[in-house]
């Protein structure tokens, strides 16, 4: 068993001076990064499949054992409902395998109106996924709250994804051999992203005892918050791994995290 937690991104400038080094370049930032976390979250690719040189250059930029998730980009999700895509997602999922075995999940985040009547549109798009690459699935619809969909992605070894989200129930079901859980926020509620602006303790040690009872049913448990979540999503990350007793990397040099 293994939790690999990390933020959902890292090319934030607001993060200079609260997490980098004063002064660092946002082409150091993912080097910088990976200094202190051991994943991240690709939201990048929600918006476009990224080139392979790109994909190549993020690889190369972070040491071994270093992992990547990558969101499934809107067009399939969000625009299609998944519907007619299916060259897209191979397209999708060749490139993000360059990443090789840094590669350690993709996250399927379904749209807030993808609703159960949909549900032969999923169960088509997970059959043909890849049983080497590991899948999660997030739910934004209420209506999938269900035991049935727990059986669907059971099925197909595909992870349930947890979620903080302030609209939406909070889910810790299992169905596969690992878990993808993500911290949510409004983003309303966040001016800035370069220190905490609303306390999540609470929240996080409720979150710290559920990761650690999931932790003993899976083989790998990735988590992931973004800064709408508080303010500033790397301490949240740290605050998380001090709650489950999981070791710290060295930090940047001169970077401080609140």
Known sequence: MTIYLGTQGWSYPDWVGSFYPTGARQRDFLALYAEVFDAVELDTTFYATPRDTQVEAWRDATPEGFQFTAKVPRTITHDRHLVGTDQDMDDFLTTMTLLGDKLGAVLVQLPPDFRWDERAELDRFLARLPRDVRTAVEFRN?????????????????????????????????????????????????????????????????????????????????????????????????????????????????????
Do not use: C
């Open 142 to 258: 209420r209506s999938w709250i269900r035991p049935e969909t727990a059986e669907l992605l059971a099925q197909y070894g595909v992870a349930f994804t947890m979620i903080d989200l302030h609209y939406m129930p909070r889910v810790t079901e299992t169905t596969a051999d690992f878990t993808y859980v993500r911290w949510l926020g409004e983003r309303s509620k966040i001016t800035r992203m370069h220190e905490t602006q609303i306390d999540r303790h609470d929240d996080l040690d409720r979150w710290a005892a559920v990761l650690g009872e999931v932790a003993m049913r899976v083989q790998r448990v990735y988590g992931f918050a973004n800064n709408h979540y508080s303010g500033h999503s790397p301490a949240d990350i740290r605050y998380l791994k001090q709650r489950l007793d999981l070791p710290e990397r060295e930090r940047p040099s001169q970077g401080r995290l609140l």
